[in-house]
T-cell receptor
C-alpha cells in the first residue's frame, strides 16, 4: 500500500464548530506532516511528527491541534476557526530522518469555514 | 534565506506542443530537487528526483535537468496532453533536514 488517505474530502464548518481531519498511511513511514495550501500558492508546513512525537510546529494558532495516535494515523483537530482558515489541508508522510526521502501526499481535505 | 523561484508563473500551450518550466534556487546545502505535479484540488505527486551528481533524468514525457553550479533546474514536457494541465512545483531538500522548501509552482494549461 503506497497511498496516503485523507478524510473527509470536503468539510464545511461554522466558526463555533469542532471538527477533525484524519490522515492514514500504511507504508511504515515514521514522519508525518500537515500542510495548509491556499489557492495558487505552494503548501505551507504546519506540523511535523517524527516517531509519533511532535517535532515541528510552525507557529500555528492553537485553534489547530494535531494528534498522532499511532504510527499510521495523524489527526488535525479544528476548533473556533476563522474564514481565512479555508484552504486545502494536505497530509504527507515520509521515512523519518534527513536525506532524500520522498514525501507522499494525500489528496487533501478542502475546508470551508463560514 | 533559502528560496526557490519558479518561472513562468503560468503558461498556456496547445496540445501536442513542448514546453519548459524553470526553477532557480538558493537553498544550501543542497541535497536533492524534486519536481511535483499537482492537479487542482489534489495532493502533489512526485515526477522526478535529482541529486547533486545528476544532470538529466526522464520519466516518460517529462525530462528534468539540473545544473548544480548555477543552481538551476528545468522540467521539459514533450508532446503535451490535456492531462498535463496542472501546477508543477519545484521542491528542494537541504542537506541534513527533512523539511523541504517549496517553489510557488508554474500553472500549466494545455488547450485542445
Amino acid at each position: 500500500d503506497t497511498e496516503v488517505t485523507q478524510t473527509p474530502k470536503h468539510l464545511v464548518m461554522g466558526m463555533t464548530n469542532k471538527k477533525s481531519l484524519k490522515c492514514e498511511q500504511h507504508m511504515g513511514h515514521r514522519a508525518m506532516y500537515w500542510y495548509k495550501q491556499k489557492a495558487k500558492k505552494p503548501p505551507e508546513l504546519m506540523f511535523v511528527y517524527s516517531y509519533e512525537k511532535l517535532s515541528i510546529n510552525e507557529s500555528v494558532p492553537s485553534r489547530f491541534s494535531p494528534e498522532c495516535p499511532n504510527s499510521s494515523l495523524l489527526n488535525l483537530h479544528l476548533h473556533a476557526l476563522q474564514p481565512e482558515d479555508s484552504a486545502l489541508y494536505l497530509c504527507a508522510s515520509s521515512p523519518a530522518g534527513p536525506g532524500d526521502n520522498e514525501q507522499f501526499f494525500g489528496p487533501g481535505t478542502r475546508l470551508t469555514v463560514l | 534565506k533559502n528560496q526557490v523561484e519558479q518561472s513562468p508563473q503560468s503558461l498556456i500551450i496547445l496540445e501536442g506542443k513542448n514546453c519548459t518550466l524553470q526553477c532557480n534556487y538558493t537553498v544550501s546545502p543542497f541535497s536533492n530537487l524534486r519536481w511535483y505535479k499537482q492537479d487542482t484540488g489534489r495532493g502533489p505527486v512526485s515526477l522526478t528526483i535529482m541529486t547533486f551528481s545528476e544532470n538529466t533524468k526522464s520519466n516518460g514525457r517529462y525530462t528534468a535537468t539540473l545544473d548544480a553550479d548555477t543552481k538551476q533546474s528545468s522540467l521539459h514536457i514533450t508532446a503535451s496532453q490535456l492531462s498535463d494541465s496542472a501546477s508543477y512545483i519545484c521542491v528542494i531538500r537541504s542537506g541534513g533536514s527533512y523539511i523541504p522548501t517549496f517553489g510557488r509552482g508554474t500553472s500549466l494549461i494545455v488547450h485542445p
